[in-house]
T-cell receptor, first 111, second 113 residues
Framework: GESVGLHLPTLSVQEGDNSIINCAYS??????FIWYKQESGKGPQFIID?????DKRQGQRVTVLLNKTVKHLSLQIAATQPGDSAVYFC??????????FGAGTTVTVRA | DAGITQSPRHKVTETGTPVTLRCHQTENHRYMYWYRQDPGHGLRLIHY???????DKGEVSDGYSVSRSKTEDFLLTLESATSSQTSVYFCAIGSMGAGTEAFFGQGTRLTVV
């Protein structure tokens, strides 16, 4: 698999490999984090979320890890498929039901 | 797409003209949001609404106003469009709180020339 140590705007992955997308968040008081997927020409779609009292949560082929010590969030995609090509955003819940989004990582899956 | 319709989907307008974008929902959600998306910035909150006639500013509200006269409609107005407001605008609905999910519209691509 391929990973991004710090946030990078692009990630190229071989089909079938695992992907790891990293995100640094800003507010140590944030209590809720979400990953969104945005395909070309569409709005963002919810993938998975995690509360601050957890450090790991698994979904279907995706896992989110939260490291509050260094304010770091990651999304792992298992067995990356062509349909996973998209822009991925992390978001943190600031207050009053508002989200603050990261700049996004464009994932390209190579056949 | 969770019952959210944005209109228009594309618009080209001239600098200095007013522009209104519409977001219509059929989900009866209390919370509605307007975001703009620009390369390198992700999505930035412009304004949001937590009920009919209840609105508040986001992080990039200058040059924008909103109105919510009924639950299903949230309007975003650019009072005097500038080239810096060329962007893709997304409406979203949902509380965005823990354990809930927010849904985004398809976006409106606005070009100010």
């Amino acid at each position: 698999g391929e990973s991004v140590g710090l946030h990078l705007p692009t990630l190229s992955v071989q089909e079938g490999d695992n992907s790891i997308i990293n995100c640094a968040y800003s507010n140590s008081a944030s209590d809720y984090f979400i990953w969104y997927k945005q395909e070309s020409g569409k709005g963002p779609q919810f993938i998975i979320d995690i509360r601050s009292n957890m450090d790991k949560r698994q979904g279907q082929r995706v896992t989110v890890l939260l490291n509050k010590t260094v304010k770091h969030l990651s999304l792992q995609i298992a067995a990356t498929q062509p349909g996973d090509s998209a822009v991925y955003f992390c978001a943190e819940n600031m207050d009053d039901y508002k989200l603050s989004f990261g700049a996004g990582t464009t994932v390209t899956v190579r056949a | 797409d969770a019952g959210i319709t944005q209109s228009p989907r594309h618009k080209v307008t001239e600098t200095g003209t007013p522009v209104t974008l519409r977001c219509h929902q059929t989900e009866n959600h209390r919370y509605m949001y307007w975001y703009r998306q620009d390369p390198g910035h992700g999505l930035r909150l412009i304004h949001y609404s937590y009920g009919v006639k209840d609105t508040d500013k986001g992080e990039v509200s200058d040059g924008y106003s909103v109105s919510r006269s009924k639950t299903e409609d949230f309007l975003l107005t650019l009072e005097s469009a500038t080239s810096s407001q060329t962007s893709v605008y997304f409406c979203a609905i949902g509380s965005m709180g823990a354990g809930t999910e927010a849904f985004f519209g398809q976006g409106t691509r606005l070009t100010v020339v």
